[in-house]
């Protein structure tokens, strides 16, 4: 059996335009300095495999695995956040880390590389609207409310790697962990052998399904806590009750997948499996086949039987890019409507040509870099993860 990719339809979301203007509501809300190239321009894949091979082992190109294929051809390495930093870590001979993902990423890679590397991230608005759902004086005033309450004894602050070098630098100083997710039921049960309590950061849907669906706590276990309300919007009791105190912050990508989106691909293609990421909203996850990291869904579509049908609720690129590597499965994107991740997407082609061509001139552009306190603290939680049993 063969199947044709279908696009799914537009939404109406207009993004902005790649590599051009600004959304400070949304974004951080930084333009790039310099003349980027026309993504017009028919020499922009030989410019990059000119100043790539110009470069040669002086740098190192990581692709996440939700960039555009455009990026992606000229990636060293793909794989997940945490893979990609690990990757980076490994080259401590590449004089410049060009990470084509998005800033908490980049940021990640510059606390694991050593100080004879830069990390450079091409579009500086590549920022992750999940991570800034959780700022630094917000997580610390929560925290002093706990402290208040008496309870902070009994907490680990656990954050998903998906968060701000800031967020990572708190966990680490408060004798917490960093989680990704693919080992977050780890990391909760070491947690849980630490304290009674977990302080869930950014993802409110990995706490809550890692918890309540892999490790058996009830969804009155769990309590959200909203930084936009006064005292998180819970009470003294509330907190005091909870076992999961979770942040109230979401992927706006996966967050998009909805129970309809499932019932409606049961409907339309009978014996479908649907496969998700536990970024998605607690009932979507119940309703799904099967659940599991971006690394864990590119292995299960590669070991699918042929002939096989699979609805994914993931970012679409990576969706796209598995339908199109194996014609001889059906598969498709969960949803109807388009859920790119519009700030990944800004790494296009125009500006991975413009980094790499700056860095052969002798420039480095849009260094990524963490202060040595905050990185140290936040490599505490890192390696409690590396250590995780
Ligand atoms: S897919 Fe979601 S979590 Fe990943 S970078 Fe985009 S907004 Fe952030």
């Known amino acids: 059996m063969t199947s044709t990719w279908t696009e799914p339809s537009n939404t109406a979301t207009a993004l902005l335009l790649l590599g051009r203007g600004t959304d400070p509501a949304s974004e951080r809300g930084v333009e790039c300095p310099g003349d980027l190239p ?57 004089e410049f880390i060009v990470f084509c993902g998005v800033h908490f990423m980049a940021e990640s890679a510059d606390i694991l590389t050593g100080k004879n590397q830069q990390v450079i991230l091409p579009d500086l608005a590549a920022g992750c609207s999940m991570a800034d759902m959780a ?69 409110q849907h990995l706490g809550r399904n890692t918890a309540v669906l892999e490790m058996g706590f009830g969804l009155d276990d769990c309590v959200l806590y ?13 907190l005091r009750n909870a076992r999961m105190i979770l942040w109230r912050g979401h992927c706006s990508v996966h967050g998009r997948f909805t129970l309809d989106s499932v019932r409606e691909v049961r409907e339309r293609v009978p014996g479908v499996n649907v496969l998700v990421h536990p970024e998605c909203r607690h009932d979507v996850v119940r309703a799904a086949d099967q659940v599991g990291s971006t690394e864990y869904i590119i292995k299960a579509l590669e070991a699918a039987p042929p002939g096989s049908a699979w609805a994914v609720g993931t970012e679409l690129n990576l969706v796209r890019r598995m339908a199109l590597a194996h014609p001889d499965k059906q598969i498709m994107f969960l949803d109807r409507t388009v859920c790119y991740c519009s700030t990944m997407n800004r790494i296009d082609l125009p500006h991975l040509v413009w980094a ?33 049993p």
Not at 42 to 68: C, E, I, M, S
Not at 157 to 184: H, L
Not at 226 to 238: A, I, M, Q, V, Y
Request: a negative charge.
């Open 226 to 238: 909203d930084p936009h309300k006064p005292g998180g919007g819970l009470t003294d009791d509330e």
């Open 356 to 388: 790499l061509e700056e860095l052969v001139a002798g420039r480095v552009p849009n260094v990524i870099t963490v202060d040595e306190e905050t990185a140290a603290n936040a490599r505490v939680a890192l390696d409690q993860m590396l250590a995780l």
């Open 135 to 203: 700022v630094l004086g917000q997580v610390e005033a929560a925290w002093e409310r706990f402290e208040d309450l008496g309870i902070t004894g009994e907490i680990v602050p656990v954050t998903y790697m998906n968060s701000s070098a800031d967020i990572k630098g708190f966990v680490g100083r408060n004798k917490g962990v960093v989680c990704t997710s693919s080992n977050a039921k780890r990391a909760l049960t070491w947690s849980f052998e630490q304290g009674s309590k977990v302080f869930f950061l950014p993802d």
């Open 38 to 94: 026309a993504p017009s321009d028919p020499g922009l894949v030989a410019r990059a495999t000119a100043a790539k091979a110009a470069l040669g082992d002086r740098v190192f190109v990581l692709g996440h695995h939700y960039q555009r294929d455009e990026v992606i051809q000229f990636a060293d390495v793909t794989g997940d956040s945490f893979k990609l930093a690990q990757q980076a870590a490994a080259r401590p001979g590449a």
